[in-house]
Nanobody
Framework: QVQLVESGGGLVQPGGSLRLSCAISGSGLDYFAIGWFRQAPGKEHEGVAC????????YYTDSVKGRFTISRDNAKNTVYLQMNTLEPEDTAVYYC????????????????????WGQGTRVTVSS
């Protein structure tokens, strides 16, 4: 069973930066991509960034291109999301998830009903 634990969220002023971490653990770690998603109050989950586990391909939703960078450290089984020039619209709970995106196809996928998102990490951008 695979476990994902997000961390690194917090309160930041507009224009500031944060780095989120997603620690992956468990047996049978075989996945083709890992993505960062976010859920703002009253909204559905939204795909933010995706990275392949096989190569260096990445994909971003338009609203974060040029501001966010996804990366992974295979030795630490950790995926990061560096978020720069944060805007109030980035306020949300951020989650990582396996195989809900494909950077080669430029796609994020909807989770099936009842999908367990984990505890996430809250990001608040406010002055």
């Amino acid at each position: 069973q695979v476990q994902l634990v997000e961390s690194g969220g917090g309160l930041v002023q507009p224009g500031g930066s944060l780095r989120l971490s997603c620690a992956i653990s468990g047996s049978g770690l075989d996945y083709f991509a890992i993505g960062w998603f976010r859920q703002a109050p009253g909204k559905e989950h939204e795909g933010v960034a995706c990275i392949s586990s096989r190569d260096s391909s990445t994909y971003y939703t338009d609203s974060v291109k040029g501001r966010f960078t996804i990366s992974r450290d295979n030795a630490k089984n950790t995926v990061y999301l560096q978020m720069n020039t944060l805007e109030p619209e980035d306020t949300a709970v951020y989650y990582c998830a396996l195989d809900l995106c494909d950077p080669r196809l430029h796609s994020f996928y909807s989770a099936y009903p009842g999908y367990y998102w984990g505890q996430g990490t809250r990001v608040t951008v406010s002055s």
